[in-house]
């Protein structure tokens, strides 16, 4: 079994910076696929970003892409999402993902297996 904590929301004005971090248990965290999802009030949980066990494919939504950055550290067993520029419509719920059994950087919510209880981030105009 895999547990995600999620950490790091806040509120945090526009044009300001937040770190995520996702903490997973597991021996074989380094083979995991991690994703970030996000949802806002009223809207139904959308993609933001992915990361392959390496690191070394990364995908973004268009709307965070030159703003966010995804990252991990396997010997830490965390992922992170660095969030900077941020704009009143990033506030939302983020959510971390992990698959075991999908190598690519997905971005198809039905393609994670674990999912984290999520943490608010809240950006304010």
């Known amino acids: 079994q895999v547990q995600l904590v999620e950490s790091g929301g806040g509120l945090v004005q526009a044009g300001g910076s937040l770190r995520l971090s996702c903490a997973a248990s597991?021996?074989?965290?380094?083979?995991?696929?991690m994703g970030w999802f996000r949802q806002a009030p009223g809207k139904e949980r959308e993609f933001v970003a992915a990361?392959?066990?390496?690191?070394?494919?990364?995908k973004y939504a268009d709307s965070v892409k030159g703003r966010f950055t995804i990252s991990r550290d396997n010997a830490k067993n965390t992922v992170y999402l660095q969030m900077n520029s941020l704009k009143p419509e990033d506030t939302a719920v983020y959510y971390c993902?992990?698959?075991?059994?999908?190598?690519?950087?997905?971005?198809?919510?039905?393609?994670?297996?674990?999912w984290g209880q999520g943490t608010q981030v809240t950006v304010s105009s």
């Open positions: 993902a992990a698959t075991i059994t999908i190598m690519i950087a997905t971005t198809r919510e039905n393609e994670y297996d674990y």
């Open positions: 990361t392959t066990w390496t690191g070394g494919s990364t």
């Open positions: 597991g021996r074989t965290f380094s083979r995991y696929t």
